[in-house]
């Protein structure tokens, strides 16, 4: 199949990152889109889980917000937030956290908290939530954002969630045993930090998308690594299957005409 | 033991200006109808508490209620910004606001500690994150036993905390179902509690032994709002108004659309209007 938007190839490269085995803390947005695309498709024993504390969550429409009652209402199990975050995030369950963000640097550190100095901010935008914890304390992270020059920044404003810090051994050095970022899905090539220096290196590069588009998309010379290959493109039963419940979603959430 | 009174009367008798105030409800049973009581009193000087504000706390610093805000995620979800958040921390319309910002892990766990009665949380938390360098309310303990180092915060104590409900026994015993966020935490962390409820009915019957109840002799007050949680929901009584929502997003850009709202919708407007949005028949004002 070869109609597809790029939004659409990012989400289904990122749902294919997921599998079966996999435990897995979602994000809202994109994140939330390729977990439940990969459920649909070839991961339909996956355990997806919102910080809410919906946990084993099955929806039939993508959540608005992270607390949807769609999520309560086809968990295997719901437990209060203290709960998610002590017993689950912190005590080491998670296999993978699924993130997204407005602002990445080439070590994959994320930004979703001001742009401008902290306490005289130009755009003041919502902050970390789950993300510092979710960033460490998972086994290892997916980050999906659009690839885009406001975005992916050589120099980040604030550090909301560390990814790989300063690079190299960063992580190690503070103490964490976790992964870190091991994928960053865009919506024109798949990135993976460099198994040394950890700066984001271009590993696959979607349908139809030159080298050219994605240095000139990028804040920082991004480099590519020795051995890149071509996404594939998006089966028909991966686009149905997203089409099919970005439809749902649309009209559930315009559904309720009870508005302001 | 809880009194059941009207909803005016239990904010009258238990939200002060300048108090430390927790409304809390993790995307669902959000407390609404008593947000827009407190407007509508007039209370001034808070600083509120809550992991995500919400658009319930855009209207409350948009009519500059708030002095401060602790907070985890201050976003209308799924949606973008609260423009009323931003205005207040952008250009300190119409006042300024003292942030104090903290993770969602953080903020989780110092409810509990409130609860527990601890004087503080501590969590392996804000590893390598630019939070601590702008909150002096973030600092961190060494184990005694492991020398790790963990990131401490004070636990939350908050003067009142207001939370909703789906339904409360005729002694003001309280049922919580569903997605339960850190209310339970927020309750018992706090001097005062007042919680509104869909309904009052004559046997509180749990759902399981297991269920989360707040028993009448641990909230002060209870209040009968049917629908007050909207336009968030209530399980197992009607959805939440994701439209509503997407549409607070032109309401708040705008100072004057904001204004023109919160005077048709909540200073002209009372805890019996939000009846509608259950379906049901209003509670008796008195």
């Known amino acids: ?260 | 033991m809880a009194k059941i009174v009207t909803l005016a009367e239990a904010i009258g008798d238990n939200v002060r200006d300048g108090d430390t105030v927790a409304m809390e409800g993790f995307t669902h049973l959000i407390p609404y109808a008593a947000g827009h009581e407190v407007i509508r009193q007039g209370r001034k000087d808070l600083f509120l508490v809550r992991m995500t504000p919400d658009i319930l706390y855009d209207q409350l610093i948009g009519v500059g209620a708030a002095r401060g805000m602790k907070f985890s995620w201050g976003g209308n979800p799924g949606v973008g910004s609260l423009h009323r958040f931003r205005d207040a921390v952008e250009n300190q319309w119409p006042r300024p606001l003292e942030i104090e910002e903290h993770s969602h892990a953080a903020m989780a766990n110092a409810y509990e500690a409130g609860a527990a009665n601890l004087p503080f949380a501590m969590l392996r938390g804000y590893i390598g994150a630019d939070l601590p360098k702008v909150n002096a309310n973030i600092k961190s303990v060494t184990c005694p036993f492991t020398s790790e180092l963990l990131a401490a915060v004070p636990a939350i104590r908050p003067d009142v905390t207001i939370i909703h409900a789906q339904h409360a026994d005729r002694k003001g015993n309280v049922l919580i179902e569903g997605i339960v966020g850190v209310q339970k935490e927020a309750v018992l962390a706090a001097k005062r509690s007042i919680v509104t409820v869909e309904e009052i009915v004559d046997e509180l019957a749990p759902p399981s032994p297991n269920s989360v109840v707040l028993p009448s002799w641990a909230v002060t007050a209870v209040s009968h709002v049917p629908g007050g949680a909207f336009p968030s929901y209530a399980h197992g009584y009607y959805p939440r108004s994701n439209a509503f929502y997407i549409g607070w997003d032109d309401i708040a850009r705008d100072r004057d659309s904001f204004s023109a709202w919160i005077k048709e919708n909540v200073l002209d407007a009372g805890p019996e209007d939000f009846a509608r949005h259950a379906g049901g028949k209003p509670a008796k004002a008195t």
Request: negative net charge; hydrophobic residues 35%.
């Open chain 1, 1 to 260: 199949m070869t109609d597809f938007t790029p939004t659409e190839m990012m989400t289904i490269a990122a749902s294919r990152e997921l599998s079966n085995d996999d435990v897995c803390f979602v994000g809202i947005g994109a994140p939330s889109a390729a977990c439940n695309v990969a459920r649909l498709t070839h991961a339909p024993d996956i355990t997806l889980i919102y910080e809410s504390g919906t946990v084993g969550t099955r929806p039939d429409v993508l959540p608005l917000s992270i607390g949807d009652g769609e999520l309560c209402d086809t968990a295997l199990f719901t437990v209060s937030v203290p709960e998610m975050f002590r017993y689950w995030l912190q005590g080491g369950r998670i296999t993978t956290g699924f993130l997204g963000g407005a602002q990445i640097d080439k070590f994959a550190n994320l930004n979703t908290t001001v742009v401008g100095p902290y306490d005289h901010p130009k755009v003041r935008l919502p902050g970390g939530g789950g993300a510092p914890e979710i960033a460490s304390n998972c086994g290892r992270i997916f980050i999906t954002m659009a690839l885009s020059k406001r975005g992916f920044v050589e120099k980040l404003p604030f550090i909301t969630s560390m990814g790989h810090g300063e690079g190299g051994d960063h992580r190690e050095r503070l103490g964490m045993k976790t992964k870190g970022p091991t994928r960053i899905i865009t919506d024109l090539c798949i990135l993976e930090p460099d198994p040394t220096t950890k700066e984001l290196t271009v590993v696959s590069i979607h349908d139809g998308v030159t080298r050219e588009q994605i240095v000139d998309n990028c804040g920082w010379p991004i480099k590519f690594a020795d051995q890149v290959i071509a996404t594939p493109v998006p089966s028909e039963v991966e686009l149905t299957t997203l089409r099919d419940i970005n439809a749902r979603t649309k009209k559930a959430h315009q559904g309720d005409r009870e508005a302001a």
